[in-house]
């Protein structure tokens, strides 16, 4: 199970790695994925 959470974890953060490289954001600035569905629903709930 742990093996199953580590692989997971690699994962996302390739994914996250590949989406910094791709958008050239700075996660630490602005939001990385803006680009998402589900971040414009949550986002236009938040308004």
Not at 8 to 35: C, H, Q, W
């Amino acid at each position: 199970m742990s093996l199953l959470a580590l692989l997971s974890n690699i994962a996302v953060f390739g994914y996250m790695i590949y989406k910094i490289a791709k958008t050239r954001r700075n996660p630490y600035t602005s939001e990385l994925y803006t680009d998402l569905s589900q971040f414009k629903s949550i986002k236009a709930l938040a308004e």
